[in-house]
């Protein structure tokens, strides 16, 4: 089974950015949206951001306005673009094509966000 390979972590300082790609090959085949979303050391997972079919994106709450999702233009890749990195950002990132609607991704907590990837952990340094 074809398992996604989120990539573009890393460590940087607050205000900082990074890019994380995840091939889709690796997704839901039946899938009317991807995303992504983030689980910080001892939380719950939480999604940060979706796109569906449409191209129509959500971002969770705290995001405002510093992060971008979108797909090349073949739709191989999803990429989350991610600006101005704040410390309370620092988790692992996985990218998810168990999603059915934009808004309740981001909206989701817990066990409900599910990815077959492994991530790819970003770490925000004050």
């Known amino acids: 089974q074809v398992q996604p390979v989120e990539s573009g972590g890393g460590s940087v300082q607050a205000g900082g950015s990074l890019t994380l790609s995840c091939p889709t090959s690796?997704?839901?085949?039946?899938?009317?949206?991807m995303g992504w979303f983030r689980q910080a050391p001892g939380k719950e997972r939480e999604g940060v951001a979706a796109?569906?079919?449409?191209?129509?994106?959500e971002y969770a709450e705290f995001v405002q306005g510093r992060f971008t999702i979108s797909q090349d233009s073949a739709k191989n890749t999803l990429f989350l673009r991610m600006n101005n990195l704040k410390p309370e950002d620092t988790a692992t990132y996985y990218c998810?094509?168990?999603?059915?609607?934009?808004?309740?991704?981001?909206?989701?907590?817990?066990?409900?966000?599910?990815?077959r990837g492994q991530g790819t952990l970003v770490t925000v340094s004050s």
């Open positions: 998810s094509g168990d999603c059915i609607e934009i808004t309740d991704f981001v909206r989701a907590k817990g066990d409900t966000l599910k990815s």
């Open positions: 690796g997704l839901s085949v039946d899938t009317y949206c």
């Open positions: 796109i569906d079919d449409l191209g129509y994106r």
